[in-house]
């Protein structure tokens, strides 16, 4: 089991679990610097809510949150992870964006991002050909995969490209099957019982965190009071093929993915 942790960083007000506590860029930079401290592999930023009823946003709005959030890192980089040294490539903790406006995406890359976590099926096309010309990489929505291009998945089933042979990498870091976006509960559980099979067309990403499916599944209602929920549905992706969780308990899914893997492989990590 292989299985990376992204910590999420809401840099907005209205967010449905943690709306507000890192709207400033200080705040943000803070929490993403605890993140990194705590395990994460990834972090991912994002200045507009998605939940639903949420106010869309320009992307002008949206880029004048995360702009100074990525000016302050820009100026004093993120140290290394634990038990690294600076010139391990173990040691840099990638930047996503979770955006789907191809203007904060291109600018995002241009500030030291390096990868866009684009939410909308519309504008993937655009976001492949800005990632295409910055070398950045980019999650997309499963529904997606039919407008990428042979060759520009990394790892999966989408990696054979004209004339055979198979392509290290690509674009498309990672597809997601979109957790709670607009689902159903049985809709959620079926995206998430068929992991095995979306792993089989590419690297997966799941980001069911703290989201109505695990308050669905667990009848408690108060936001915050899940922790047990979500630690559930994370190691049921790690342990079904799922590449990356998207969880807000960075701390506590490192620890439950260690100990699993641990006893999955009988080593103990120091």
Same mark, same amino acid.
């Given at each position: 089991?292989?299985?990376?942790?992204?910590?999420?960083?809401?840099?907005?007000?209205?967010?449905?679990?943690?709306?507000?506590?890192?709207?400033? *860029?200080?705040?943000? +930079?803070?929490?993403?610097?605890?993140?990194?401290?705590?395990?994460?592999?990834?972090?991912?930023?994002?200045?507009?809510?998605?939940?639903?009823?949420?106010?869309?946003?320009?992307?002008?709005?949206?880029?004048?949150?995360?702009?100074?959030?990525?000016?302050?890192?820009?100026?004093?980089?993120?140290?290394?992870?634990?038990?690294?040294?600076?010139?391990?490539?173990?040691?840099? &903790?990638?930047?996503?964006?979770?955006?789907?406006?191809?203007?904060?995406?291109?600018?995002?890359?241009?500030?030291?991002?390096?990868?866009?976590?684009?939410?909308?099926?519309?504008?993937? *096309?655009?976001?492949?050909?800005?990632?295409?010309?910055?070398?950045?990489?980019? &999650?997309?929505?499963?529904?997606?995969?039919?407008?990428?291009?042979?060759?520009?998945?990394?790892?999966?089933?989408?990696?054979?490209?004209?004339?055979?042979?198979?392509? *290290?990498?690509?674009?498309?870091?990672?597809?997601?099957?979109?957790?709670?976006?607009?689902?159903?509960?049985?809709?959620?559980?079926?995206?998430?019982?068929?992991?095995?099979?979306?792993?089989?067309?590419?690297?997966?990403?799941?980001?069911?965190?703290?989201?109505?499916?695990?308050?669905?599944?667990?009848?408690?209602?108060?936001?915050?009071?899940?922790?047990?929920?979500?630690?559930?549905?994370?190691?049921?992706?790690?342990?079904?093929?799922?590449?990356?969780?998207?969880?807000?308990?960075?701390?506590?899914? +490192?620890?439950?993915?260690?100990?699993?893997?641990?006893?999955?492989?009988?080593?103990?990590?120091?």
């Amino acid at each position: 089991m292989n299985c990376k942790v992204m910590g999420i960083v809401n840099v907005t007000p209205d967010s449905f679990s943690d709306g507000g506590k890192y709207f400033t *860029p200080e705040e943000a +930079v803070r929490r993403i610097r605890n993140m990194v401290d705590e395990g994460a592999d990834i972090i991912d930023i994002g200045a507009e809510s998605t939940r639903p009823g949420a106010q869309a946003l320009s992307w002008e709005e949206e880029w004048s949150r995360l702009e100074p959030v990525l000016q302050l890192l820009a100026k004093s980089p993120l140290a290394p992870r634990k038990g690294t040294v600076p010139t391990d490539p173990r040691g840099t &903790v990638p930047i996503s964006i979770d955006t789907y406006h191809p203007e904060t995406a291109e600018r995002a890359l241009d500030l030291g991002a390096d990868i866009i976590n684009c939410v909308y099926e519309g504008t993937v *096309p655009r976001m492949l050909e800005i990632c295409a010309q910055k070398c950045g990489k980019l &999650v997309i929505p499963v529904n997606s995969l039919g407008t990428v291009p042979q060759g520009m998945i990394s790892g999966g089933g989408g990696t054979v490209p004209e004339g055979g042979g198979t392509v *290290p990498g690509g674009v498309v870091a990672y597809i997601d099957p979109m957790i709670g976006f607009g689902t159903s509960r049985e809709d959620d559980l079926t995206l998430l019982r068929s992991i095995p099979e979306l792993a089989k067309r590419g690297p997966v990403l799941i980001g069911a965190s703290r989201k109505r499916i695990v308050k669905k599944l667990t009848g408690e209602k108060l936001t915050g009071k899940n922790l047990g929920g979500n630690l559930g549905i994370a190691v049921w992706c790690a342990m079904k093929g799922a590449s990356v969780v998207r969880v807000h308990d960075v701390k506590e899914t +490192v620890q439950a993915l260690k100990v699993v893997a641990a006893l999955e492989s009988g080593v103990m990590e120091d």
